[in-house]
Nanobody, 121 residues
Framework: QVQVVESGGGLVQAGGSLRLSCVASGSSFDFNAMGWYLQAPGKQRELVATITSGGSTNYADSVKGRFTISRDNDKDTVYLQMNSLKPEDTGVYYC???????????????WGQGTQVTVSS
């Protein structure tokens, strides 16, 4: 089975920075694209950033120039460096990864439990 575990959330003042980490684990699993989604209070979960196993990245317009996604393939870990944080960045950040055990399988999306980020004004 696959486990996806996030860490690094917390409370920060506007203009501050946080770094989120997410580790994917599963015996004999390979992991493909990884990414982060934000569920703000009262809103649906939305894309923040994704990164492929080859390092190609995609960002929501609202975070471009402020957030940076990166990954360590040897550790099956993805990071989200968040700078110049704004109150509207507040919410639960969920990590996702695509994983599969066998090369003939399709990729399955796995989600973490989420980590709370609160940005005070």
């Amino acid at each position: 089975q696959v486990q996806v575990v996030e860490s690094g959330g917390g409370l920060v003042q506007a203009g501050g920075s946080l770094r989120l980490s997410c580790v994917a684990s599963g015996s004999s699993f390979d992991f493909n694209a990884m990414g982060w989604y934000l569920q703000a209070p009262g809103k649906q979960r939305e894309l923040v950033a994704t990164i492929t196993s080859g390092g190609s990245t995609n960002y929501a317009d609202s975070v471009k120039g402020r957030f940076t996604i990166s990954r360590d393939n040897d550790k099956d870990t993805v990071y989200l460096q968040m700078n110049s944080l704004k109150p509207e960045d507040t919410g639960v950040y969920y990590c996702l990864t695509e994983g599969r055990r066998w090369s003939w399988q399709q990729w399955t999306v796995y989600w973490g439990q989420g980590t709370q980020v609160t940005v005070s004004s």
